[in-house]
């Protein structure tokens, strides 16, 4: 019988190890591995009950995500020379509750994963990736995107993940030039024959000059197309917003307006205002106030207002604390939660989210 040679544990560790240091220094890039995790409660005074659509009584619920989505992923860059510069991301979102997927489309790196080009020019990115449009709406909005009471959820509310997950994307993003910045994406639908078929495109142009920040962006879609998602990424719609922040010493006030006109459905009007504001470099307090409006139909309105505390405990992990209150009429069914109560009921409901988040 011909026997196997043994190559010790440790030598075979050293090989890899080597062979990993030597690519890496060869290629002069990095990978890096990044993540948040972020667990909390959840309670609110009304939920809804999608059977009858009536409210289902008061709800505590264990929660993920309830400040920012649980997340990780790969990013790497590779340096060309002559001031080329090429990159990529794969990102996913899970689950800590269940240690499923969320907050992705349920694919295994739903939210990201593109392959980028740097240059003196711009960059091009192409593959799955956030829309301009949507960036835009994150950078002005008055609660930074919290998963409580803030514009994400009116977003996911009306759009669900239409604009934000891109598939088959090619975009281009600007330089910065005298503070201005804009960016543009066309998104293929992958459908043979049928060019128009779950298109997206999407532009933004922003200016931002020491503690003045104003940007604008817009997005139009087709629904269809080949993209397979278990969250609707095809969404017929188109979108505008307009938004502004200011700074002035430890606070930034912000300044909102959003449109979503969904085919068939609300065309909602969304105007929006807060302030954050550092009081100590450990405690972020904010605050935001969302009033919606379906211009189809008046009588749908609801406004939405949240306050926010984040405590540091240390560079990586913090703490913090939400309250909220939103009050629907018609058939607005704006909810509080991205996580839990995304839709809501008729009428006042009152609630809050308490949590842990950790980066990496």
């Not at 972020?284 to 106030?289: F, K, P």
Request: aromatic letters at 12%.
């Amino acid at each position: 019988m011909r026997k196997r040679s043994r190559l010790p544990l440790k030598r075979i560790v050293c090989a890899i190890g080597w062979t990993i240091i030597g690519g890496t220094a060869h290629a002069q890039g990095s990978v890096t591995l990044y993540g948040i995790l972020d667990g909390g409660l959840l309670y609110t005074s009304k939920t809804l009950d999608a059977a009858t659509g009536q409210n289902a009584g008061h709800q505590f619920s264990a929660t993920d995500g309830g400040m920012s989505p649980t997340q990780f992923g790969l990013t790497g860059t590779e340096d060309l020379g002559a001031g080329l510069k090429a990159r990529f991301k794969l990102e996913s979102g899970i689950s800590i509750m269940n240690g499923g997927f969320n907050n992705s489309n349920g694919n295994m790196f739903g939210r990201q994963a593109y392959v980028a080009l740097d240059s003196p020019y711009g960059t091009v990115t192409a593959g799955l990736q956030f829309s301009p449009f949507f960036l835009a709406i994150y950078g002005t909005d008055p609660r930074g995107f919290s998963q409580f009471g803030s514009g994400l959820e009116l977003y996911v509310d009306n759009v669900l993940g239409t604009g934000a997950f891109n598939a088959n994307g090619i975009s281009w993003a600007s330089p910065d030039i005298y503070g201005f910045r804009g960016s543009v994406m066309l998104a293929l639908g992958g459908s043979a024959g049928n060019f128009q078929a779950g298109r997206q495109y999407s532009a933004s142009l922003q200016y931002e000059n020491g503690s003045l920040l104003v940007n604008a962006a817009i997005y139009s879609g087709n629904s269809g197309g080949t993209v397979d998602t278990p969250v609707p990424s095809t969404l017929a719609y188109w979108g505008r917003t307009l938004g502004a922040t200011y700074k002035f010493g430890i606070v930034t006030a912000k300044l909102q307006f959003v449109n979503y006109k969904v085919a068939q459905s609300f065309n909602s009007n969304i105007y929006s205002g807060g302030l954050d504001c550092y009081v100590t470099p450990q405690l972020d307090l904010n605050g935001g106030v969302y009033f919606t409006s379906d211009r189809n139909h008046t009588a749908n309105h609801s406004i939405m207002g949240a306050l926010g505390a984040t405590y540091s405990v240390s560079r990586r992990t913090s703490l913090y604390a939400q309250v909220g209150v939103v009050d629907n009429h018609g058939a607005m069914d704006t909810g509080l939660s991205l996580n839990n109560a995304l839709y809501g009921v008729q009428g006042t409901t009152i609630g809050a989210s308490a949590g842990i988040r950790h980066t990496f």
